[in-house]
């Protein structure tokens, strides 16, 4: 498994909007295990995605499709600054396929 | 829903043993819709852990499970630095319950 933890600062007001692209653009990606996104409690203007992939071509792949692409020129003009905070190897996780449930 | 991301540095050599208490510990955790444990790509003593609850008391009551409390002390003994990187207020995911698949 291949995984990230971004850090997304958003433009003063434009979280709600951001999160709205993110839902789209997450549409039909091959391959994702696990794809968290969640409002910074104490920052308006931070959203956190937790990504876990099958393998990192996953992930990459997922950069081609349609719905990313069309979202990336949309979420460019609102975000402030991305910060990738980890790559990761994901082991195992409570709501993976293939762990065993907990 | 209330989540966390939190980054954990163990002693050196430590990560595996950690990994292990996590799954140990994370058994029957009522109200945990996500939990990802994922070791650091690029720095073998760290660990980083997404938790999504379905809310902050679920959590909370977690701290009492037996299992947890027995693995406090062991964690402690090899957790050079436990940070909370984030806490946040998840919105939706791929793997999450009550979220539309994507």
């Given at each position: 498994m291949w995984g990230m933890v971004a850090k997304i600062t958003l433009l003063p007001g434009k979280r709600d909007e951001m999160l709205q692209i993110l839902e789209e653009s997450?549409?039909?990606?091959?391959?994702?295990l696990s794809y968290v996104v969640a409002k910074d409690a104490s920052d308006e203007n931070t959203v956190w995605v937790t990504e876990v992939w099958d393998k990192m071509a996953s992930h990459d792949a997922s950069l081609s499709l349609p719905a990313v692409k069309n979202a990336v020129p949309r979420a460019k003009a609102i975000v402030s600054n991305f910060e990738r905070i980890a790559i990761t190897t994901p082991?195992?996780?409570?709501?993976?396929?293939?762990t065993h449930a907990h």
């Open positions: 997450a549409a039909g990606m091959q391959g994702c082991v195992w996780g409570v709501g993976l396929p293939g």
